[in-house]
Structure formats: C-alpha cells, structure tokens
C-alpha cells in the first residue's frame, strides 16, 4: 500500500508535468485542455504547498525536541516554548493537508446557476422566493461575488413566480451547492386577518455553469418558440415576440426566458441555463444517480421534504440536514448565511474522512 509520503511525491511529480505541459505553445489553443490543466495545476499548488508547510514545521519540532534535551536553564525553557508552538501548529497543517487530499468536487470553481421558485404556498410561497432571492443577492455582495440576473418573473403581489441568477466566484459553487432543496418558512402572511401562521415553501436550485467547451449543443437538436413576453397576471409587457422557449429534444429539457426586450439576448441567456442543465444531468447520470435534473435536489417541492425552516414569530432558523438552530432570523435574511453554510461544509468533510478511513 502506497504510503502518504510516496503519495505526496507523486502529486508533486504530477504538479511539475503539469506545469511543463502549460508552457507548451499548442496547450493554450486548445481551450479545454486548458482549462483543465490549469484547474489541476491550482489544486495541486495548493496540495504542495500545504505539504511544504508541513515538513518545514516537522522537522522544526524535531529540531527543537533535540535541543530542548541537550539544553539547560533559559535555553532549556526557550526551546521547550519552540516545542510547544510547533506541536500546537502541526494538527492544523495536517488537518488541512487531508483536506486537500479529499476526493475534488468537479464543480469546484465553477460559478453557479441559482434558481428560485415558490412552491407549495400559493403566493406566500412567492413572496417568500422573493425573501430568499434578496438574501442571496446579500450574501453574494457580502463574498464579493457578482451576481447577474439571467431572469425574473414577479407574482401578482410583489413576490417572485421564479428568478434565475448567474453568480460568479471562485468558491462560489463550493458555498452555495447545499443551498439547493426545499426551503420553508413559517409566518403570518399579510393576507392573513386573524393573524394565524402558514407554512409555505420555496425551492432552490443550484447548477454549475457549464462553459460551450463543456457541453456541446447540436442546433438540429433544439426546438426553438418565439412569444410575447408577459407579466403578473398574464399582461403583456412586450409588443414584440422577444421571449423565447428553448426544447432540447433528446432529453426533453425546456429553458424560457422572456427577462431581456431582445429576442437574442434571451435566446443566449436562455442557452446558459441549458448548457448548465445538460452539464448537471450528465454528471449526475455518470454518478448514477436516477431521476430528473432537479429530483434529487428539489424533491416535490413539498413542505415535508425541507432543509431550512425559517420561523419569523421566534426569528429562528433551522437546518434540518445538520439540526443546527439559530435564532437569528433577521442576520441570516440580511445575507448573514456563513453560520451554516460552514457547519454545512464541515459536516460534508467529516463524512468524507469518515469515508476515506473506512476504506
């Protein structure tokens, strides 16, 4: 069995042919060869690194355990703190050295679809998509990220009918991948006249961008209407068949998009969103998983199915999948997401490491 160090020395053998192949002239014609050496050669960067760090600090401690013997008086004490501080460093490098050694996301570092949708609710669940679809516009601007409206299509009472979002980072897709599920929440809504609470919910879909290198679309493939785009209540809002409806007759997918006044800005919006689509389903089916695109995230969309509630007469909210409770209600829809999102990624490692030393 090959131990960590063999391994470590293979990756950093890996990381220099990496490297020698980027500054080959015929890679940077090749954009997906690429994109995919270029993605290796960060994660492998950052796996040396980490392994660099971790020997310098070893062989310190070992140093300081020497001289901490062969000392005496003030020196003795002295080498005894370098001890110290070198055994206090070393769980944390090495915890975040079997980190990085953990199976990659093959998302990571994709920038992320975001789609939001009222479900079971009536227009409370509309209402509330429109609560969530500000939350994460704060939260993007909180992480630095730049969020761009692919499209949204109001309610009748101010809410959202459904909003898709193209946010872009670097660990975008690594913070907002649990996200996605059914999320309830539990208030007094402003129809309500006796002041009873309803529960309702909305669903949130997360999908890795897919860039034209990653999925190849046949035109021949693609069923393509035209329509007059329309608002709350069905009123026209264009005098001009800008809204487009995209069918990708293989798989059956539909994308609309009717946000732009130009039928060929949705038309482009409209294939970022299936690109995207095809990418996740093709993932999923090469891990396979059954079902629709969406099924294993969103479920029916029914109450029962959630991950999140969000109780506003005690400002609580409650992950289900980790059962952590705040009462913090007001931060969390300000865009204060971090709490969990953290206990959330946490949660996903220690299963991973459990998984890694079962093997």
Do not use: C
């Amino acid at each position: 069995m090959r131990s960590l160090d063999d391994t470590l020395a293979a990756l950093e053998d890996e990381l220099r042919s990496v490297e020698t192949a980027l500054a080959q002239p015929d890679v940077a014609a090749d954009l997906t060869r690429l994109r995919d050496l270029s993605r290796r050669h960060k994660e492998l960067a950052e796996i040396n690194a980490a392994w660099v760090a971790l020997k310098s600090v070893r062989e310190d401690l070992a140093t300081a355990r020497e001289m901490f013997t062969e000392s005496s008086g003030d020196d003795r004490e002295q080498w005894r703190e370098e001890v110290t501080a070198a055994e206090t460093r070393l769980p944390g490098l090495e915890e975040a050295l079997e980190t990085l050694l953990l199976p990659r996301d093959p998302n990571e570092g994709r920038n992320v679809i975001l789609e939001i949708r009222g479900a079971e609710g009536g227009e409370e669940a509309n209402l509330f998509a429109g609560d969530l679809a500000e939350m994460y516009r704060r939260y993007a601007a909180l992480r630095g990220w730049k969020l761009e409206v692919v499209e949204e299509r109001e309610s009748d009472h101010g809410g959202l009918d459904e909003a898709t979002y193209l946010i872009k980072g670097d660990d975008a897709w690594t913070r907002l991948a649990h996200e996605a599920g059914v999320h309830r929440v539990q208030r007094v809504p402003v129809t309500e006249a006796k002041g009873r609470v309803h529960t309702s919910s909305a669903t949130v879909s997360v999908l890795p961008e897919a860039e034209e290198v990653d999925v190849a679309i046949d035109p021949n493939e693609l069923k393509i209407d035209v329509y007059r785009s329309s608002g709350p209540g069905g009123q026209s809002v264009n005098t001009t068949d800008s809204a487009v409806r995209i069918t990708h007759l293989p798989t059956g997918i539909v994308v609309s998009m009717q946000d732009e006044k130009s039928q060929i800005q949705n038309r482009a919006k409209a294939l970022i969103v299936l690109r995207s689509r095809l990418l996740k389903a093709a993932q999923d089916a090469q891990a396979n998983e059954l079902g629709d695109l969406k099924r294993s995230q969103l479920g029916g969309g029914g109450r029962s199915e959630k991950i999140r509630t969000y109780n506003f007469k005690e400002n609580r909210v409650t992950d289900h999948r980790i059962n952590l409770t705040n009462y913090t209600l007001d931060a969390v829809l300000a865009g204060d997401l971090d709490p969990y999102i953290d206990a959330l990624l946490a949660d996903q490692r220690t299963r991973q490491l459990a998984e890694s030393d079962g093997r």
